[in-house]
Nanobody
């Protein structure tokens, strides 16, 4: 059974930081590249960052490079997204999933809301 539980979102001022966490089912987590995605209001969901099973070969969308860091803890089946220097355009609902998401049958958890506003 697929399980993806995101947490750590909230309201933060521009320039602030948040760290998102995702707890994933062991069967999903251990075998796959994991990613963080986000969906801004009125926009399609986009891929933000990915990390391989062993923690290498990261991908970051250009808009977050140098500000966001993805990591994973294989012992805990968790994946994280450290977000620094947040901007209002980072606002949205953040989700974790495999990359590609089709590996979970495009199952999505509830996500965690990030709002960057003064």
């Amino acid at each position: 059974q697929v399980q993806l539980v995101e947490s750590g979102g909230g309201l933060v001022q521009p320039g602030g930081s948040l760290k998102l966490s995702c707890a994933a089912s062991g069967s999903i987590f251990s075998r796959n590249v994991m990613g963080w995605y986000r969906q801004a209001p009125g926009k399609q969901r986009e891929l933000v960052a990915t990390i391989t099973r062993l923690g290498g070969t990261y991908y970051y969308v250009d808009s977050v490079k140098g500000r966001f860091t993805i990591s994973r803890d294989n012992a805990k089946n968790n994946v994280y997204l450290q977000m620094n220097s947040l901007k209002p355009e980072d606002t949205g609902v953040y989700y974790c999933n495999t990359f590609p998401s089709s590996l979970t049958g495009n199952y999505w958890g509830q996500g965690t809301q990030v709002t960057v506003s003064s």
